[in-house]
């Protein structure tokens, strides 16, 4: 088990850097001078030219991006081109609206997909199964904005129990937060939701076929208990794989649902900088976000030794 | 009678998407270049089916030419992913633990770190937004979703009785994995395959609604949705048509999957009836 984990946290320093080096290299393509494009078309050469140089814009690349990653390790994010405070503080900020908002709508996600695919594999082939795969299909098939746009029209415009968008901030309370993530957290969860309870339950209707259950039921366990203590164990590496991949889609979507409902998170916050060159803000951002996935796919890579001893023995 | 209920169903929903989207190349009931402003916000009318937007174009003939881009967009990004990420899948399955395993795990990861809407960020803030970047942007996320299925998957195969009879009877590993691993994984890749093409068409919708896809005055579905957004409690019909039909072609595209699985498949069938 030690080295099957040493193994993945060397790739997963690797996948870091490599990272690293992908986005400071697109974001170096990018047409056009930060400093030039802060000052204007009439700037003076010699005025762009001294803000180049307190941006630190005027060292080579390599330099920068080795000042880049040194600053991010100790949590110095630079400061932003535009509005002069640190991405640190900015980051800081709408950090506490996009990952609330990611975890919500994960939490959301796996708590409904869990019960309704478990109960639509037990009942394969009934009207239960078929009714829940049906709305599941419906599900997959909504997009996560349009759900939103319907979910404001009536809950918000019509019914009047939410606010159509924006974010009231924490310090108004945790529930007024929590209130204003709700609709937007739905939206992301429901087709995710759908995804996952069609994956659990293909997953154990697999599993159920298994020559191991026909052995449990054999020795004398009734079917809910060969569910439990057999099939489910089981079924949990598609279902892994699965749940860590809604989490990047979590953030992607993330980024949708805070246009949709003008949430002043990450999304907006890349949106807004990319529209105004500001690089290190993009980058810093993006960064962030992939770090985080980069990490939750190295516990899903754990996770799966912990569920699946025989890749622990593999490895 | 389930199989062909799902397999007719889904046929029906996205063949209309798809002849919907054919016809437009020949004939739209309206020209939606030209802005006729007295008839904006029209509620539906025997004139016109779906009603109009708020430069008096006719929704219908919008929709019809919007679905070119979906389908289009989706279709290519998926062939990317599925071309791809198939060969590498059954490639690192069958040098389990090599180099070139470690490699493709790597690489699959590190695609995997970068939300495709990231990517698609990226690439547009590079080069600018365009159905062509978005395309590129959908289709490089597909190719570790189709890796790492196959792999996944290969690789317990590998484990099996009749693989090992393959290997004692002088199979090379390519013939193994096209011979036998591939047949056996069609099952899952048909399912993974519409899954991701729906997906496909949803990103097309989102990266066209948040101004990164297709480019006015192209129409596409996420497009017509963002316009419609700020008009929604006004007209919500503008919103409803683009978002409709986003849902039944996924849905047809979905149960289409299912059906061909099903048929394709007769153990799943058995395990059906």
Do not use: C
Not at chain 2, 229 to 245: E, V, W
């Amino acid at each position: 088990m030690a080295r099957y984990f040493l193994i993945r946290l060397v790739s997963l320093v690797i996948s870091l850097i490599v990272a690293s080096v992908v986005i400071f290299s697109l974001i170096e393509i990018i047409p056009g001078d930060p400093a030039a494009f802060m000052l204007g078309i009439n700037a003076q050469e010699d005025t762009v030219a001294a803000l180049r140089a307190e941006l630190g814009l005027d060292v080579s690349p390599v330099t920068r991006y080795f000042e880049w990653i040194g600053g991010m390790m100790t949590g110095d994010f630079g400061t932003s081109y535009t509005y002069r405070t640190p991405v640190t503080e900015m980051i800081g900020e709408r950090l506490w609206i996009s990952l609330p908002l990611a975890l919500i709508a994960l939490a959301l996600s796996t708590l409904i997909a869990f019960p309704v695919g478990i109960l639509a594999a037990s009942r394969r082939g009934s009207m239960t199964d078929t009714v829940i795969m049906g709305f599941t299909q419906l599900g997959v098939a909504i997009p996560n904005f349009w759900f939103a746009m319907l979910m404001v029209l009536v809950f918000a415009i019509n019914l009047r129990w939410f606010s159509a968008g924006g974010f009231p901030g924490w310090d108004e309370g945790f529930l007024a937060g929590l209130k204003a993530l709700t609709l937007p957290a739905v939206s992301l969860a429901l087709p995710q939701a759908s995804i996952l309870a069609r994956v659990m339950r293909s997953a154990l209707v697999d599993t159920l076929d298994e020559d191991f259950m026909r052995t449990a039921r054999a020795k004398g366990l009734n079917r809910r208990q060969a569910i439990w203590r057999h099939a489910l164990r089981n079924a949990m590496i598609p279902v892994l794989t699965i749940i860590g991949l809604q989490f990047s889609f979590l953030l992607a979507g993330a980024i949708i649902i805070e246009n949709v409902f003008f949430l002043p998170g990450l999304g907006r916050l890349i949106f807004q900088a990319i529209s105004q060159r500001d690089l290190i803000v993009v980058e810093s951002v993006v960064m962030l976000l992939v770090f985080a996935v980069i990490v939750v796919n190295f516990a899903v890579d754990i996770a799966y030794a912990l569920v699946d001893p025989r890749l622990r023995r593999q490895a | 009678m389930n199989t062909y209920r799902n397999l007719v169903i889904g046929a029906t929903l996205s063949g209309l998407f798809v002849i919907a989207a054919l016809v437009s190349f020949l004939w739209v009931p309206y020209d939606i270049e030209n802005l006729n402003i007295a008839e904006r916000m029209r509620t539906p009318t025997p004139a016109h089916p779906l009603g109009t937007d708020h430069f008096g174009r006719d929704i219908l003939s919008m929709v019809m030419i919007g679905a070119r881009t979906s389908i289009a967009v989706a279709f290519v990004a998926v062939g990317i992913g599925m071309g791809l990420g198939v060969p590498l899948g059954l490639a690192a399955a069958a040098h389990k633990g090599s180099l070139l395993d470690e490699v493709i795990g790597r690489g699959n990861d590190l695609v995997f770190a970068f939300p495709s809407l990231l990517i698609a960020i990226l690439i547009t803030a590079t080069f600018g937004p365009s159905a062509v970047n978005a395309i590129i942007a959908i289709g490089i996320f597909n190719v570790p979703v189709f890796a790492r299925l196959t792999r996944g998957s290969a690789l317990s195969l590998w484990k099996r009785e009749f693989i090992m009879a393959a290997r004692v009877s002088g199979k090379t590993t390519v013939r193994i994995s096209i011979e036998h691993i591939l047949p056996n994984l069609s099952n899952l890749l048909i399912v993974q395959g519409t899954i991701q093409f729906s997906l496909a068409i949803l990103a097309e919708a989102a990266l066209s609604y948040v101004g990164l896809g297709a480019q006015p005055p192209t129409p596409s579905w996420g497009r017509m949705l963002a316009d419609s957004q700020t008009m929604i409690s006004l007209a919500p019909h503008l919103a409803l048509a683009p978002g409709l039909a986003i849902v039944f072609t996924v849905l047809g595209l979905n149960l289409l999957g299912d059906g061909l699985r099903d048929v394709f498949d007769p153990r799943l069938r058995r395990g059906r009836t």
